[in-house]
């Protein structure tokens, strides 16, 4: 039914820049909020930022600033655009949709995809 595909992950140097794209697809009726999580090695799943259906945004105070996200609701299609990259912010990115298919709304989660900041 419906999957999550992430892309966009990599290795940059501190200082970069990356654009991490999630594309739900399936039979998809609506998504509500759409989120980006991310988990270092070793640490617990961490919240990054949300968007709400109406474009309402938050976002952790460790990205504030260097990270934006955005939808198309068109193309069922989130991004996180992540600026002035850290090594903090290394870790595996998920991104979470709650989506109402014919079953129901569920939250629904990507594959994951690494991002590496080293010099």
């Known amino acids: 039914q419906v999957q999550l595909v992430e892309s966009g992950g990599g290795l940059v140097q501190p200082g970069g820049s990356l654009r991490l794209s999630c594309a739900a697809s399936g039979s998809i009726f609506n998504i509500y909020v759409m989120g980006w999580y991310r988990q270092a090695s070793g640490k617990q799943r961490e919240l990054v930022t949300t968007?709400?259906?109406?474009?309402?945004?938050n976002y952790a105070d460790s990205v504030k600033g260097r990270f934006t996200i955005s939808r198309d609701n068109a193309k069922n299609t989130v991004y996180l655009q992540m600026n002035n990259l850290k090594p903090e912010d290394t870790a595996v990115y998920y991104c979470?949709?709650?989506?109402?298919?014919?079953?129901?709304?569920?939250?629904?989660w990507g594959q994951g995809t690494q991002v590496t900041v080293s010099s």
């Open positions: 979470k949709a709650d989506i109402r298919t014919v079953v129901g709304t569920n939250p629904h």
């Open positions: 968007i709400t259906s109406g474009g309402r945004t």
